[in-house]
Structure formats: C-alpha cells, structure tokens
C-alpha cells in the first residue's frame, strides 16, 4: 500500500486511517524512525520486544533442535574446567 502524506506545521505528519488500521496503530502508540539513504521508514514500536522478536532466524534451526544443542554447548563448558 502505497500513501502520500503532506508534512504540516511542526513538522508533523498523519498517517491514514488505512494504514493504521492495518497496523493496528491507536493514538499514544510510539512509532520508531529510521533514516536509510534518502529512504524514511516508519515502523510501529512493539508492544513487547519478546513477542516482536519470537521466531527471529527460526530457519536456522531447522535441520537442528535448539535444546540438543545448547545442552551440547553446556556440556562441553562443564568439561572444559575453564568457566
């Protein structure tokens, strides 16, 4: 979806009603900004960061299981005598 929006006094900014409803964005939620190159990108702040970031880079456990792994890991620390 593709919006134009028009910068008013104060530098201000209001963003559709089609894309907040979309993005489930309500009065006094906080929006974070980010510049990259001549590019602006507006992105909701999460309610909760651990919700935001569940299942971030789960492909990479796929052929894995995360539980074998760390207890390997931990396993090889208790060995080493170097903890």
Do not use: C, F
Request: proline residues 5%; without cysteine; hydrophobic residues 35%.
């Amino acid at each position: 979806m593709i919006k134009t929006l028009k910068i008013g006094k104060k530098s201000q900014i209001v963003l559709p009603a089609s894309i907040r409803k979309k993005l489930h964005i309500s009065e006094g939620d906080e929006i974070i900004i980010h510049s990259i190159g001549n590019t602006i990108v507006l992105v909701p702040k999460p309610k909760r960061y651990a919700d935001y970031m569940k299942g971030l880079h789960a492909e990479t456990w796929q052929e894995d299981n995360p539980d074998l792994y760390v207890n390997k890991l931990r396993e090889e620390w208790k060995n080493s005598n170097t903890y």
